[in-house]
């Protein structure tokens, strides 16, 4: 779904959307995840409980990834 949208703001009552949330959004990709071949929509997301500490954000986009998927994966890393 994408940010915005009524799902997304339910999920959002239950974590933080870690992309949004992330000091290191700069990978350069501004978050999108859709498509692979035409990226322009960011409707893939991590909702994270907030007393958990972000470290990084990323959405990864290598030549596996081409291949493998539709949509780019979001890595997200936090601080347990």
């Known amino acids: 779904d994408d940010p915005g949208?009524?799902?997304?703001?339910?999920?959002?009552t239950r974590g933080h959307d870690a992309w949004a949330n992330s000091h290191s959004m700069n990978d350069g990709t501004g978050?999108?995840?859709?498509?692979?071949t035409l990226p322009r929509r960011r409707i893939d997301g991590v909702f994270v409980d907030p007393r958990l500490p972000l470290l990084r954000t990323e959405v990864i986009n290598s030549?596996?990834?081409?291949?493998?998927s539709d949509h780019r994966p979001l890595l997200?890393?936090?601080?347990?």
């Open 5 to 12: 949208s009524v799902v997304w703001k339910l999920l959002e």
């Open 76 to 80: 997200v890393q936090i601080q347990l």
């Open 31 to 36: 978050g999108i995840t859709s498509s692979v």
């Open 63 to 68: 030549a596996d990834v081409q291949i493998a």
